[in-house]
């Protein structure tokens, strides 16, 4: 097993920077496809390479051409120049000023997704719960944080999925904040980008409970999965695509137990 | 006289004007001599003398004047058998004036008459729909006995009537409403003939076909929209055609490449195959918009020959095309290679552009065509830049080829290019294939409009204005053309001119006056037997409308083109389009009966000349009538006898008393 992840690890690395050097890759980045994976996390650092390991894994799986950014936005403004950003949060929680929440808002409202990425851990997350209902509230009022059921598209855009895997598995589902049709802000509480973290080596840093690499592996699908949904909304669930998974792979949409 | 659809109403002029001031003369005649009899007779012979004279003057001046008696005269005439009884209202006498010399007026006449059936007025709906029934409504008048009867409708095309929906009817007598059923096929104005043909034939067959116009529109939008990958371009793409009112839109996104390494099974994912033959071969004709957006179609490993020529031969047939650029897009994926290269507004491999894909930040320039053009024209008000928004710099170009003739470039961008000036490529080209329309947007950075990296833009206004502007030219939305076209009197009638007004929509009215228009008509026989009539008029616009004039013609519909004569926004080789119906002079039996009897009846009592005859070209059964008719009085011998006896009598008074 250890033998065929190291092999898939090199073939994996080899491929990301075969295509960055490549020069379609070296005009794509500049041109109009690229997808770039932007984070914003003034109080908690991210590890760098958790948002390269993303964009590498998304550009092999799928036809997306995905780059993630140098370094992370500073300031709400930058949110405009990139309809999707990753937000990792922890204990200490943001109070977003008035103008802030303002800005914030009119990003989501123009077609900004925002995935929150909760990495405190067990222990405070009932408060942190509590404080993400008082954040929504303020960016868009009158928005509520739901429960994502397990039917829904953002499982199925690309991989199935049945569950919010990360470094953890503290919380089963996902949750979501609707704006106009479509999820504008995706929560997760179990430390998703902290799967992603690689040394210099190319090895991945944290551990992954209780799964293992399986539920890293499901992790860097979720991810992928939070990309497509971002860039192609309900596409997956247009009736035509249904009827072919119901009708040829025998699919059946989970039942919601209710939770 | 007077007449309508089912009445006669006669009428006897009474006596003329000149006939009253000579009788004032007789009268002043009268009292000059009967003054100078009294003085000479006294008053008893010169009572009688100036009575006696009086009576030969007024006889004299009755045969001069020659008011006549009126009396009644029965005449008959043969009219077809089919003919039912009718009444028909004598003129209110208390119209007439009861002046000396005594007049008269017609007794009511029967007449038996009609047997005649006219199509009376065609009722439209303002819009029909595409390959979908439509009902119009048609006053049918019935002047005879209950018939069957065929009502054909069908369209007036070049050459004969393409295909006829007939339907058969029992036509009882009087006004009935017909509902006929209209599927039209093509999209905009067309022009239909609807005429009823009774079994056993009709006296004017003339009034039993009318030509009327039908505005076809959709009632929904079907869009496949296929995409070469996923990207924010696509996104937001996908994101307006699910919010526009009434579009199905099926979506098909190219999400893995066959050289990805896939670290997953095939049930693992929710993705599958894409169906390229339903999609190319089955369903195309389905579609009424095809986006295709960054797709390789020329190297994607799937497309093959047969599709591309599938697609090329969808637009030509009347369906709409949108291609939308990106890394894999036009010659970058050796779009030239393929049978839709035949069908773009431009020539792919006529370029010498700099690469098939470029990167770098350009500014839209919008082209004077663009200020103008259906699509885009709602982007401007005063100003030289659509309206409120600074447009963010777009991030990506693909370089197209020389553009066709008939084809607008609506937006173009500037490309710096090193040691040397910069080049213009365009950016937006729209023009037409066939039956059908394309549409290019040369870039995969439009989406920055939608997504402004401005806080209070308004680009994502001109995003949605852009897209729904090109997306309503391209699919014939009626709203979309530049000019409203319409005759000013409809329906315009055989042998006369028709006056075709041309008027500016919404902001274009105001910036008109001045120019010229250019009017291409063409007229279409109604019965296809005659070759069509190809001409072309100019105008100028006075405000916001032209008028141009066209020659008289026969039955049938003018198919009219408008443009600017400059060719500015005519989007494509296409102008605004209307129909104009032309129809024969429509008259009812009982008009033409009333038009045969006017010279017979309405003729001046001062000289009284009546023709006694009247011929009408009626086959079949009769007519009968009581017909006025003026006795003069000179064909009365008593009256010429009373007047020589006058005459004697006072001659004889005269000379025995001694007067003479």
């Known amino acids: ?259 | 006289m007077r007449f309508g659809d089912s009445e006669l109403v006669f009428g006897v002029e009474p006596v003329s004007l000149a006939g009253l001031a000579l009788l004032c003369v007789v009268l002043l005649a009268l009292g000059y001599f009967g003054v100078s009899y009294v003085r000479a007779a006294g008053w008893g012979r010169g009572l009688l003398l100036s009575g006696l004279r009086a009576l030969v003057l007024t006889t004299l001046a009755l045969l001069i004047l020659q008011p006549g008696l009126v009396s009644l005269e029965r005449v008959l005439w043969t009219l077809p058998e089919s003919f039912t009884k009718k009444v028909v209202h004598p003129v209110d006498p208390e119209r007439l004036l009861g002046l000396v010399p005594p007049l008269a007026y017609s007794q009511p006449p029967q007449w038996d008459a009609s047997g005649d059936i006219y199509l009376e007025s065609v009722i439209v709906p303002p819009m029909a729909f595409i390959k979908s029934s439509t009902k119009v409504l048609v006053d049918v008048v019935n002047d005879g006995a209950t018939v069957d009867a065929q009502v054909l409708v069908s369209p007036v095309e070049d050459g004969e009537a393409v295909a006829s929906d007939v339907q058969r009817v029992v036509l009882q007598p009087g006004r009935q409403q017909l509902a006929v059923s209209v599927t039209p096929t093509r999209l905009g104005v067309s022009a239909w003939r609807v005429a009823v043909e009774p079994q056993g034939g009709d006296l004017v067959p003339e009034n039993n076909m009318r030509v009327f116009s039908l505005t076809t529109t959709r009632d929904s939008l079907r869009v496949l929209h296929v995409a070469g990958r996923p990207s924010w371009d696509v996104r937001f793409m996908r994101q307006f055609l699910t919010s526009l009112p009434g579009a199905d839109l099926v979506s098909f996104f190219l999400m893995v490449e066959a050289e990805d390494f896939a670290p997953h099974g095939r049930d693992e994912l929710s993705l599958i195959p894409f169906p390229i033959d339903d999609i190319f071969l089955d369903e195309l004709g389905n579609f009424d918009l095809v986006v295709l957006q960054n797709f390789p179609l020329g190297t994607y490993f799937l497309v093959k020959e047969k599709h591309a020529r599938q697609l090329a031969e969808f637009v030509r047939s009347g369906g709409a095309l949108l291609v939308v650029g990106g890394d894999q897009a036009f010659r970058a994926g050796l779009l030239e290679a393929t049978a839709v290269a035949e069908v773009l507004p431009v020539d792919l491999e006529a370029s010498d552009a700099l690469g098939d894909y470029l990167a770098g930040s350009f500014e839209v320039i919008w082209s004077g065509a663009g200020r103008w053009h259906p699509a885009t024209v709602s982007l401007f008000n005063e100003g030289e830049t659509p309206d409120g928004a600074e447009l963010p710099a777009l991030a990506a170009l693909n370089p197209l080829g020389s553009v066709r003739e008939g084809a607008e470039v609506l937006a173009k961008v500037k490309v710096a290019v090193a040691g040397a000036d910069a080049v213009e490529y365009p950016l937006v080209v729209v023009g037409g294939a066939g039956e059908g329309r394309v549409g290019l947007v040369a870039t995969d950075s439009l989406w920055r409009w939608a997504f402004p990296p401005k806080p209070d833009s308004q680009s994502m206004l001109v995003y949605r204005g852009f897209m729904s502007g090109i997306v309503d030219w391209l699919s014939w939305a009626p709203g979309s053309q530049e000019f409203e076209v319409a005759a000013t009197t409809s329906p315009a009638l055989v042998g006369a001119e028709t006056a075709v007004q041309v008027c500016g929509r919404g902001v274009t009215s105001n910036r008109l006056k001045g120019k010229k228009v250019l009017v291409k008509a063409k007229w279409i026989d109604a019965l296809g037997s005659q070759s069509p009539m190809a001409l072309e008029r100019a105008g100028e616009f006075l405000g916001s409308c032209a008028v141009v004039v066209l020659p008289p013609v026969g039955a049938g519909a003018w198919s009219v083109e408008a443009r600017l004569e400059s060719g500015e926004g005519s989007g494509g080789g296409q102008g605004s389009r209307a129909i104009v119906a032309v129809e024969p002079r429509h008259k009812s039996f009982a008009q033409r009966l009333a038009e045969a009897f006017r010279p017979v009846l309405e003729r001046p009592m001062v000289p009284l000349l009546i023709n006694w005859s009247a011929e009408f070209n009626l086959p079949g059964a009769t007519l009968e009538m009581d017909k006025p008719r003026l006795d003069q009085l000179w064909r009365h011998p008593a009256l010429f006898a009373m007047l020589a006896l006058l005459v004697a009598l006072e001659w004889g008074l005269r000379r025995k008393w001694g007067y003479l």
Not at chain 1, 17 to 42: E, H, I, K, N
Not at chain 1, 113 to 142: C, F, N, R, Y
Not at chain 1, 170 to 198: C, Q
């Open chain 1, 1 to 259: 097993m250890g033998k065929c992840l190291f092999l898939r690890s090199c073939i994996l690395w080899g491929a990301v920077v075969a295509a960055m050097l490549s020069p379609a890759a070296a005009t794509a980045q500049q041109g109009g496809t690229v997808v770039s994976l932007a984070w914003y996390s003034p109080a908690q650092p991210v590890h760098a390479s958790a948002m390269s390991t993303l964009a590498s894994e998304i550009l092999v799986r799928t036809s997306v051409e995905a780059l993630a950014m140098e370094k992370s936005l500073s300031s709400l403004e930058q949110f405009y120049s990139y309809p999707l950003v990753f937000w990792p949060l922890a204990s200490d929680l943001p109070t977003l000023k008035r103008e802030e929440a303002v800005v914030l808002g009119q990003w989501l409202r123009s077609g900004g997704t925002l995935v929150l990425d909760w990495t405190g851990g067990a222990a405070h997350i009932e408060q942190a719960k509590l404080a993400l209902d008082g954040l929504v509230s303020a960016i868009l009022p009158g928005a509520q944080v739901e429960r994502v059921p397990k039917s829904s598209v953002l499982y199925r855009t690309f991989y199935r999925v049945t569950y919010a895997p990360g470094r953890t598995r503290l919380v089963e589902d996902l949750f979501a904040v609707s704006y106009g049709g479509r999820y504008a802000i995706i929560i997760t509480y179990n430390d998703m980008l902290a799967a992603f973290e690689r040394n210099s080596e190319g090895q991945y840093r944290r551990d992954v409970v209780p799964g293992g690499e399986q539920q890293r592996e499901d992790a860097i699908r979720l991810g992928v999965n939070i990309l497509l949904y971002a860039l192609c909304l309900d596409y997956k669930d247009d009736r035509i695509h249904m009827d072919y998974l119901k009708s040829k792979r025998n699919w059946r949409l989970p039942v919601d137990d209710g939770q």
